[in-house]
């Protein structure tokens, strides 16, 4: 009998995760077809504007042409959206690590905290544009003056968030934890840091979309590659449709870095309120 229920106990537990976790995918299908339909109303609108001549081509090029373009063009497109496409992860990874351990010191340290905040501010309200061209002088044309704005880019909401969440712990919290005996690396992993993780994501989706324009910054300054280079060169020759492309191209890749973030957090944090009211809302 008690091999049985052994046995029992994993299989009903396994059915309720794979439950759970269709459950979760389902939700996310239906959040997700409201700004799919968003997109899609606004395709059609830049349709409607182009096919009736309100503008002209070589202000706005039409759907039909600038996806023909990537179609034509598309191994040269592949080429420098991969490039743009490394330099933005690179970017935004060096961020996210940067930032949460620059958080974490902050938060333990007030002495600190008071040091690095003006800093980080003063570094933040200076146009990323402006200082570029000196991480080009400082670095060369390769991808590391890319990689680095776009760490910039990235790295002041991701740090802001995580402190934000790492202080948004009720102190009676934490005085409990001390008075159980935690230590203070337990009570962080076992108390701070799940409960950060919502703020932390929330400057991750920043982050996201704004290193993917901290890269397309660094080539504008210079470089001979990327979608910076290839929407530089299009505007100089007056190439709209291949302008137009490097644009396309680029928003899709910050909605894909941008969802990509918003799914992790979908499967990371279930538990958390903002995941609850939204299955109410979704459910009435």
Same mark, same amino acid.
């Given at each position: 009998m008690?091999?049985?229920?052994?046995?029992?106990?994993?299989? /009903?537990? @396994?059915? #309720? !995760? #794979?439950? %759970?976790? @269709?459950? #979760?995918?389902? /939700? $996310?299908i239906h959040q997700a077809w409201r700004p799919v339909a968003l997109l899609a109303l606004l395709f059609v609108a830049w349709w409607v504007i182009t096919a009736t001549g309100l503008?002209?081509?070589?202000?706005?090029?039409?759907? /039909? !042409? &600038? $996806?023909?373009? *990537?179609a034509e063009k598309s191994d040269y497109f592949w080429e420098h959206t991969f490039i743009t496409l490394w330099e933005t992860v690179a970017g935004f990874l060096l961020a996210i690590v940067v930032g949460v351990v620059t958080a974490v010191i902050m938060v333990y340290s007030t002495t600190l905290e008071r040091t690095l905040y003006p800093l980080l501010?003063?570094?933040?309200?200076?146009?990323? *544009?402006?200082?570029?061209?000196?991480?080009?002088?400082?670095?060369? $044309?390769g991808t590391e003056p890319k990689i680095l704005v776009a760490l910039l880019m990235a790295f002041f909401p991701i740090v802001i968030s995580m402190v934000t969440g790492l202080k948004s712990i009720d102190p009676e919290m934490l005085q409990l934890s001390a008075t159980m005996g935690a230590s203070p690396m337990k009570t962080f992993y076992k108390i701070r840091l799940p409960a950060s993780l919502p703020h932390l994501f929330s400057g991750l989706k920043i982050g996201a979309t704004l290193a993917v324009t901290g890269a397309v910054v660094g080539e504008f300054v210079g470089a001979n590659e990327g979608l910076g280079y290839v929407i530089q060169q299009a505007n100089g020759n007056f190439d709209t449709p291949t302008l137009f492309a490097g644009l396309v191209i680029m928003s899709v890749l910050g909605i894909l870095l941008f969802a990509l973030v918003e799914?992790?957090?979908? $499967?990371?944090?279930?538990?958390?309120?903002? #995941?609850?009211? !939204? @299955?109410? &809302?979704? %459910?009435?």
């Open positions: 008690a091999v049985e229920s052994t046995q029992g106990a994993p299989a /009903g537990v @396994a059915e #309720r !995760d #794979r439950a %759970s976790t @269709a459950e #979760r995918a389902l /939700g $996310f503008v002209q081509p070589y202000l706005v090029a039409s759907p /039909g !042409d &600038t $996806f023909s373009t *990537i501010l003063f570094a933040q309200v200076i146009p990323k *544009i402006a200082v570029a061209p000196l991480f080009v002088v400082w670095l060369g $044309f799914v992790l957090e979908y $499967f990371v944090l279930p538990w958390h309120a903002s #995941r609850r009211i !939204d @299955a109410a &809302t979704t %459910s009435m």
